[in-house]
């Protein structure tokens, strides 16, 4: 099977796992996430600064005074691995619909949804903090290149994030989240949703160590080849300088012969001018 019908048949198949993560948030939070204004505002942007600034600017309307930095701490990290996953997806496979927008409008929503709910907040952020501590595994991620096992789980990844946002952003408007909050660990349906992330987030930083180490073990096998490559070279230079040596005393054995030859003939010649 060729590289290029590989890569639509993942396409094709991932696509297919974000529509189904999508009705399913549907039907949970009874919205439609890509008709959400935020879902094209995000679909606009083109780079990792431009995506913050719009999250950031959800947050900027919460009630901050007793969580201090806490809106903002986990953003950043989380906001650059899926950053960096949308990146990785978009050349391996060429998604038509960009997974992390998905995620990135589904933290947006919620950010909206949780403005208003003041009792709500502190749990979000509880939620979020969790996630992020999930995401900080794959921060080597960004530096290994991927292989089809690590992109299969990358959309994994992202479709429990979305459980986990549709799961919250149901309970907020149900008034459900004050209470949820309590009862955080107990609660199965997102304690399932987070403890699958965990363990998708965990294969992931395995995954990527060892690609990271077999990345490592070719470089050094290339650098032992280029090594290797480097002493033949100087053994054969070696061997040219001990041919140079060589001819350099066969010329001195000739010198000494023609010096020889030169001073019979000055021996003739003073004979023959003693003789007149």
Request: hydrophobic share 45%.
């Amino acid at each position: 099977m060729s590289h290029s019908h590989l890569a639509a048949s993942s396409s094709s198949d991932f696509q297919l796992i974000i529509n189904t993560a999508l009705k399913a948030y549907e039907k949970r939070t009874k919205r439609d996430l890509l008709a959400h204004p935020l879902a094209s505002q995000l679909q606009a942007c083109d780079s990792l600064d431009a995506i913050l600034t719009i999250l950031q600017q959800q947050v900027q309307g919460l009630d901050r005074s007793r969580s201090d930095d806490r809106w903002t701490k986990w953003l950043d990290p989380t906001v650059n691995v899926l950053f960096a996953f949308s990146a990785t997806l978009g050349a391996g496979v060429g998604l038509v619909l960009p997974p992390a927008n998905v995620v990135f409008t589904g933290i947006g929503v919620l950010l909206s949804t949780v403005k208003d709910v003041r009792a709500s907040q502190d749990t979000i952020i509880d939620i979020f903090e969790r996630i992020e501590m999930f995401f900080r595994r794959l921060e080597i991620y960004t530096e290994v290149p991927p292989t089809a096992q690590m992109m299969d789980n990358i959309i994994r990844i992202m479709v429990e994030v979305l459980s986990i946002l549709g799961i919250a952003t149901k309970e907020i408007k149900q008034g459900r989240l004050k209470n949820f909050g309590k009862k955080l660990i107990g609660r199965t349906d997102m304690e399932d949703s987070l403890k699958r992330l965990d363990k998708l987030t965990q294969e992931e930083a395995r995954m990527a160590v060892a690609q990271n180490l077999k990345a490592t073990h070719a470089v050094d096998e290339r650098l032992k080849g280029v090594a290797n490559m480097a002493v033949a070279i100087d053994n054969r230079v070696a061997g040219v300088d001990d041919r140079v040596t060589g001819v350099d005393d066969r010329v001195a054995r000739v010198d000494d012969r023609v010096a020889r030859v030169g001073e019979k003939v000055a021996s003739i010649d003073d004979k023959r001018q003693g003789q007149r």
